[in-house]
């Protein structure tokens, strides 16, 4: 079936402007995730959807970073106002279910190179 | 917090041979998984292999194997029989099995493995 998909592929904004990245999960996955990847920060946790909520937002960087689910589906990722230090890869994940009562693997879409210059 | 360190950065095998990859934590929970992936050039993250912390038996995923050393807090991957395809950058990750937590995923800073022929 159809893996997590992400789009754009690659984005590249100046410095100031908002830009939004989307994520198609994996069809019934009701668990999301956002993570991102820098050169001087490695792989981070950015946020966690179960469903159409967002039961832990703890690793949004700032109040520029916003995310939403909707239907349960797509999530888009809204930086406003972009800065150099936001240039990274945006990694999406989605699993069946999150919680972590019962092991669901996550599956990782390619990815948004985002670039701001 | 939960934290996962990868010391080295990049390592080099002949293809061929065997090489292993480091990966430490560090954690106050008893419960939870250990797992390594890998991503290629094209981001797609690839899970490797999966370590449940109450399992003492190492896991194995064909020439894929980990020494789990949990009093150590210590986890590394063994790629026996290197081949080119295994080139790739391979991150260390940590997830709660705590029931009531979510199960976002600490990352390691990355390891890259180059691959001699």
């Known amino acids: 079936g159809a893996g997590v998909s992400q789009s754009p592929s690659n984005k590249v904004t100046e410095k100031g402007k908002d830009v939004e990245l989307r994520c198609d999960p994996i069809?019934?996955?009701?668990?999301l995730y956002w993570y991102r990847q820098s050169l001087g920060q490695g792989l981070e946790f950015l946020i966690y959807f179960q469903g159409n909520s967002a039961p832990d937002k703890s690793g949004l960087p700032s109040d520029r970073f916003s995310a939403e689910r909707t239907g349960g589906s797509v999530s888009t990722l809204t930086i406003q106002r972009t800065q150099q230090e936001d240039s990274a890869v945006y990694l999406c994940?989605?699993?069946?279910?999150?919680?972590?009562?019962?092991?669901?693997?996550?599956?990782f879409g390619p990815g948004t190179r985002l670039t701001v210059t | 917090a939960q934290t996962v360190t990868q010391s080295q950065p990049e390592m080099s095998v002949q293809e061929a041979e065997t090489v292993t990859l480091s990966c430490t934590y560090d954690?106050?929970?008893?419960?939870?998984?250990l797992f390594w992936y890998k991503q290629p050039p094209s981001r797609q993250m690839i899970l490797v292999i999966r370590?449940?912390?109450?399992?003492?038996q190492n896991a194995t995923e064909n020439r894929f194997s980990v020494n789990f050393q949990k009093a150590a807090k210590s986890f590394s991957l063994k790629i026996s029989d290197s081949q080119l395809g295994d080139a790739a950058m391979y991150f260390c990750a940590y997830r709660s099995a705590f029931a009531g937590a979510n199960s976002k995923l600490t990352f390691g800073k990355g390891i890259t493995l180059s691959v001699r022929p």
């Open positions: 069809s019934g996955h009701t668990a």
């Open positions: 954690t106050s929970e008893s419960d939870y998984y």
């Open positions: 370590q449940e912390a109450y399992k003492q």
């Open positions: 994940a989605s699993s069946r279910r999150g919680g972590t009562e019962i092991y669901y693997e996550q599956y």
